[in-house]
């Protein structure tokens, strides 16, 4: 059922340009191929000696609504859309060059980064990718949210989320399941956005976050749905949420195979279940699985 597979990285290098929707500045990424055994790695060659810090949960430190990764002083926000388009087209190996800290926002969607790795392509290489098989299930919760992973069953990977904003809200509740393949990724997930209430939004600009971000940019949602757009697919937030969810497991650096399902979890709690995968390895376990 879950056959080994081989690493990938770019058939060249490509770049995607925007600007930060908590910082509003301009951030130009460029994908480049990388050698096997890599893993995803962001390289701020914006900083003295150019740091490099891999895309693993052991370098993520917790930010409001976002993912961020930190090594030292160099650190890199909102990478949940990256890794999880690299953890969804099967991109193993690669080195993200960026200029600044946050990510760009784009639409919201991971749509912009799979459309730039598939216009150069993916080649296979010489080595096996680490993959890490469910045995026995594990789970974290907060109050009324949860995510648990559990052995596969007919499909190596599927990922289910409920979402429950209550009956007073648009968005109400939604549940999406998908047995995860590059193919469904490209489909079903990449182009469902970020999205936020108008509440939020509101509060943000009276921060003084989020000044450049139009709510054209994402999906900002009122008494009556989104303002100044429209959904484009149904259930178009939970399905983001699933999307947030391959990202955030994409920090176990290995393919995974379970069954994880979750219930109004986000970035903090995903990660939280990553960090109980990888402590159920041994010291080699974790080196042959996830080096």
């Known amino acids: ?51 490099r810090v891999a895309a693993r949960v052991e370098n993520r ?23 999880a388009t690299m953890a969804g087209l099967h991109v193993d190996n690669c080195e993200i060059w960026v ?16 459309r730039a790795i598939d216009s150069v392509g993916l080649v296979q290489q010489d080595a096996d990718r680490p993959q890490m098989v469910l045995d026995q299930p594990i789970r974290r919760e907060s109050g009324d949210t949860w995510i648990e992973a559990r052995p596969p069953t007919e499909h190596p990977c599927v990922l289910r989320y409920h979402l429950d904003y209550g009956r007073s809200s648009f968005i109400g509740c939604q549940t999406f399941e998908l047995a995860l393949t590059p193919e469904l990724f490209r489909t079903e997930l990449a182009p469902c956005r970020t999205f936020l209430l108008q509440a939020e939004a509101e509060q943000a600009r009276a921060q003084g976050i989020g000044s450049r971000t139009k709510y054209c940019d994402l999906l900002v949602i009122g008494q009556h749905g989104p303002i100044d757009n429209e959904f484009r697919i149904d259930g178009e937030c939970v399905r983001h949420k699933v999307l947030d969810m391959v990202g955030d497991l994409a920090l176990t650096g ?22 109980g995968l990888m402590d159920r390895l041994t010291i080699e376990e974790r080196w042959r699985r996830c080096a």
């Open 1 to 51: 059922m879950f056959t080994t597979r081989k690493q990938q990285t770019l058939a060249g290098p490509v770049s995607v340009e925007g600007f930060g929707y908590w910082s509003g500045r301009d951030i130009r990424v460029e994908f480049r191929p990388a050698l096997p055994g890599t893993g995803i790695v962001f390289v701020r060659h914006d900083l003295p000696g150019k740091p």
């Open 61 to 83: 430190v917790e930010m409001p609504r976002r993912t961020t990764l930190q090594l030292g002083s160099a650190r890199v926000e909102m990478v949940e859309h990256i890794m």
């Open 99 to 114: 200029d600044e800290t946050e990510m760009p926002g784009c639409d919201g969607s991971a749509l912009p980064f799979v």
């Open 254 to 275: 290995c393919d995974l195979g379970g069954r994880f399902c979750a219930s109004r979890s986000g970035h903090r709690l995903n990660a939280e279940l990553v960090r």
